[in-house]
Structures are given as C-alpha cells and as structure tokens.
C-alpha cells in the first residue's frame, strides 16, 4: 500500500480497537460494584483498554506486509504491553487527578469541567505512549520506538481529552463513550502514521509486478529486504530473490543521512540504475534492481 493508505489504515486500526473495547467497557460498568474500590476498578478498565489497543495496533505491521508470524508476535507483544501501558496510565491519571485537585484548581466548578478532564487525559497520554510503542518493541527498533513515543504522547492526549469531554458532556448515554473510544483509537493511528512519516529517511516504491505502486518507508536503522517473511521488506511475489538478499542502513551525519544499499548475497546481484553493485549510496530518484523487481528511491 502507498504510505498516504498505511496512514488510513493506522487510523482503521485505531477505529476497530476502540469499537472493540467497547463492549468490554459497558460489560465493566454495569459490575462496578463489585471492585473493592474505585481505584482498582480504574486499573481494571486501563488493563482491558490496553490489551485491546495493544492487541490492535500490534497486528497492523504483520497485516500490512502480510506475514502471519509477524502478526501473531505482534498481537502478543502488543497485548503485554498494553497490559503494563493500561495499568500505567490509568495509576498516573489518578496522580494527576489528587496533584490537580490539592494544588492546582480549587474551584468546583473549574476542577469539573478542565482539570478532572485534563488529568484523565494525562493518563490516556502514558497509555497512548505504551500502545504507540509496540511495534518498535516487537521489532527491537529505536527508531520505530521513537516514533511511537511522539506519535501515542500526541494521540494519547488529544484522543484522550476528547473521550473524557464526551464523557463529562453526555455522562449516561453509551453513545457518547463509543464515539470517545473511537476518537482515541483513531487519533492514536493518526499521530503515530503522521510522525511515521516526518521521521522517516525515505521511501521505496515498487514499479512492476504484483506489488506495483506499493510503498515501504524507510523507517529504521537497519532494513533487510528479500524472499524470507523474516525481512522488514519481504517481495517473495518476485523471482530470482534471494532469502536474505540486501539491506538498507541509514548512517546519520550532522544534520543528515545516507541511505547505504548494500548485498547481502554474491550469488544474487543487486543493481542501481541497472549498474551492478555491492555498496551504494541511494540518491534520489535512484532504480533498484533486485531479482526482477524494481524499486525507485525517494522522499
């Protein structure tokens, strides 16, 4: 898929994750009084948000390249995280909550209507955080690590602040917490497919074949590409491609990056510009050859 429809899908996937946890959601407000307190109630919720969203989010990658082992380790990466991010989260929104209630806002009026708000969504925020960071964990990638810190900070927040106004506006219509579950997925896939692409170091676009006019950011260190579904660009729709066959490595200098193409396999040659080569520095608009598919590099 092209990047713009990776970014749609992020937000798909955010969409779904907050329809899902909806169900669970009612399910646990209609027991609310059998938690022991409120408290462990509120950590109950976070858990039961995180395993969705992380469940969720970790499955876009291995559905976008498609490549189940990757979608099932995701899912469970995902998952795990979600359970520590939701626990996290929803500990620091009652933080925020007690420091905003003894030192900040001592009115009624104002504490309910900005900071009761205001110090949930700080708590959405550090669950957005863990959610935005699974793939990067699943992965073992900084980059992508980076990526999901900036991109579940930013989406966590905002989608946050906007499902506690619905909340606060429309307390007892279960319509109002459907819609505010699915702006905070939905803005959780945005940010995180909007900083995604600002972070990136490139695109590889493909020009022929079954894949033709998909795109690939480069959006990590080290990207290994060929046959094998345990690359990071797998093309086994194309012949003459070896398992392990090149890799991208980005070497950062002051103020910019070269992207490096280098072969991983003798036996299998890789060209640039239809020259043959064992290490190259891509330039815009360059044309990769591997096996019988090409790919064009660019910003």
């Given at each position: 898929?092209?990047?713009?429809?990776?970014?749609?899908?992020?937000?798909?996937?955010?969409?779904?994750?907050?329809?899902?946890?909806?169900?669970?959601?009612?399910?646990?407000?209609?027991?609310q009084?059998?938690f022991?307190s409120?408290?462990?109630?509120?950590?109950?919720?976070?858990?039961?948000f995180?395993?969705?969203?992380?469940?969720?989010?970790?499955?876009g990658?291995?559905?976008?390249?498609s490549?189940?082992?990757?979608?099932?380790?995701?899912?469970?990466?995902?998952?795990?995280?979600?359970?520590?991010?939701?626990?996290?989260?929803?500990?620091?929104?009652?933080?925020?909550?007690?420091?905003?209630?003894?030192?900040?806002?001592?009115?009624?009026?104002?504490?309910?209507?900005?900071?009761?708000?205001?110090?949930?969504?700080?708590?959405?925020?550090?669950?957005?955080?863990?959610?935005?960071?699974?793939?990067?964990?699943?992965?073992?990638?900084?980059?992508?690590?980076?990526?999901?810190?900036?991109g579940?900070?930013?989406?966590?927040?905002?989608?946050?602040?906007?499902?506690?106004?619905?909340?606060?506006?429309?307390?007892?219509?279960?319509?109002?917490?459907?819609?505010?579950?699915?702006?905070?997925?939905?803005?959780i896939?945005?940010?995180?497919?909007?900083?995604?692409?600002?972070?990136?170091?490139?695109?590889?676009?493909?020009?022929?074949?079954?894949?033709?006019?998909?795109?690939?950011?480069?959006?990590?260190?080290?990207l290994?590409?060929?046959?094998?579904?345990?690359?990071?660009?797998?093309?086994?729709?194309?012949q003459?491609?070896?398992?392990?066959?090149?890799?991208?490595?980005?070497?950062?200098?002051?103020?910019?990056?070269?992207?490096?193409?280098?072969n991983?396999?003798?036996q299998?040659?890789?060209?640039?510009?239809?020259?043959r080569?064992?290490?190259?520095?891509?330039?815009?608009?360059?044309?990769?050859?591997?096996?019988?598919?090409?790919?064009?590099?660019?910003?």
């Amino acid at each position: 898929m092209s990047v713009l429809m990776r970014r749609i899908f992020l937000c798909v996937i955010g969409l779904l994750a907050g329809l899902a946890s909806w169900p669970a959601l009612e399910t646990l407000l209609m027991t609310q009084s059998s938690f022991p307190s409120l408290l462990v109630f509120s950590v109950f919720i976070g858990i039961i948000f995180g395993v969705f969203m992380g469940g969720f989010f970790g499955s876009g990658e291995g559905i976008i390249i498609s490549v189940k082992k990757k979608l099932v380790s995701g899912i469970a990466t995902g998952a795990v995280i979600g359970i520590v991010g939701g626990t996290v989260g929803f500990l620091a929104g009652q933080a925020a909550l007690f420091f905003t209630g003894e030192y900040l806002i001592h009115s009624s009026r104002n504490f309910n209507t900005f900071g009761f708000p205001v110090s949930r969504a700080v708590g959405w925020a550090f669950l957005g955080i863990f959610i935005g960071m699974v793939e990067g964990v699943r992965a073992g990638s900084f980059d992508k690590i980076k990526v999901g810190l900036a991109g579940g900070l930013a989406g966590g927040f905002i989608g946050g602040l906007g499902l506690e106004y619905f909340r606060l506006l429309l307390p007892d219509i279960m319509l109002a917490r459907l819609l505010g579950l699915l702006i905070f997925g939905g803005f959780i896939g945005f940010f995180y497919g909007l900083i995604e692409d600002r972070m990136s170091f490139g695109v590889l676009r493909v020009l022929n074949g079954r894949l033709r006019g998909k795109e690939f950011l480069v959006n990590q260190r080290r990207l290994r590409i060929g046959g094998s579904d345990k690359n990071d660009i797998r093309l086994d729709e194309y012949q003459d491609v070896a398992d392990f066959h090149t890799e991208l490595r980005v070497n950062r200098k002051k103020g910019d990056f070269d992207v490096v193409l280098k072969n991983l396999d003798t036996q299998a040659p890789a060209a640039v510009n239809d020259d043959r080569i064992d290490e190259h520095i891509l330039k815009f608009n360059d044309v990769i050859k591997i096996g019988t598919v090409k790919m064009m590099y660019k910003f």
